[in-house]
T-cell receptor, first 115, second 115 residues
Framework: AQTVTQSQPEMSVQEAETVTLSCTYD???????LFWYKQPPSRQMILVIR??????QNATENRFSVNFQKAAKSFSLKISDSQLGDAAMYFC????????????FGTGTRLTIIP | SQTIHQWPATLVQPVGSPLSLECTVE??????LYWYRQAAGRGLQLLFY??????ISSEVPQNLSASRPQDRQFILSSKKLLLSDSGFYLC??????????????FGPGTRLTVL
């Protein structure tokens, strides 16, 4: 069974600084997606970034980028120029390309932005 | 553009009462639909998913059931609520892209408290 592990329950960063959130996963599959979702106090899950496992190039979305290490099964999220609005729970998730049934989520990292 | 709605936003119900949560998607056809539950301080657990009208798959046995009476409508129900049913319920949708389920997008959620 696939598992997703986020080993940092809480992180904090000074506003305008850079922070990296860690995620590791376990799978025997070769074709899959990885995602980072953000859950602000409103609790709606918002997609931050997505990575397809067959792509070697790391995904980027404005201030958000990932470091995808397929052999190490590692998928970290880097947030540059942190802003107060980045404060939220961040969840790493795994989904099979040909598995339409579910995403497997980590337990989340609570990110605090220090003004 | 696609939007997803959930209602009610908040619900407080006594133990043993029935439950009906509704999710609708606009702006897309034949979506995959999902119900997740999030316990306090935890990640998301998939409850049900549906690939079409009347097609429901259950991820875990529980006190809940799901139905999909229309293409873009997904309903989560219970005949008799338990205390353990309390939590935050999220509906999500995705579409097939190149033969595989693509990114899941989430609704605003329903906070259910069973007393």
């Amino acid at each position: 069974a696939q598992t997703v592990t986020q080993s940092q329950p809480e992180m904090s960063v000074q506003e305008a600084e850079t922070v990296t959130l860690s995620c590791t996963y376990d799978t025997s599959e070769s074709d899959y997606y990885l995602f980072w979702y953000k859950q602000p106090p409103s609790r709606q899950m918002i997609l931050v970034i997505r990575q397809e496992a067959y792509k070697q190039q790391n995904a980027t979305e404005n201030r958000f980028s990932v470091n995808f290490q397929k052999a190490a099964k590692s998928f970290s999220l880097k947030i540059s120029d942190s802003q107060l609005g980045d404060a939220a729970m961040y969840f790493c998730a795994y989904g099979l390309v040909f598995g339409n049934e579910k995403l497997t989520f980590g337990t989340g990292t609570r990110l605090t932005i220090i003004p | 553009s696609q939007t997803i709605h959930q209602w009610p936003a908040t619900l407080v119900q006594p133990v043993g009462s029935p439950l009906s949560l509704e999710c609708t998607v606009e702006g897309t056809s034949n979506p995959n639909l999902y119900w997740y539950r999030q316990a306090a301080g935890r990640g998301l657990q998939l409850l049900f998913y549906s690939v079409g009208i009347g097609q429901i798959s259950s991820e875990v046995p529980q006190n809940l059931s799901a139905s999909r009476p229309q293409d873009r409508q997904f309903i989560l129900s219970s005949k008799k609520l338990l205390l353990s049913d309390s939590g935050f319920y999220l509906c999500a949708w995705s579409v097939f892209l190149r033969g595989a389920a693509d990114t899941q997008y989430f609704g605003p959620g329903t906070r259910l408290t069973v007393l």
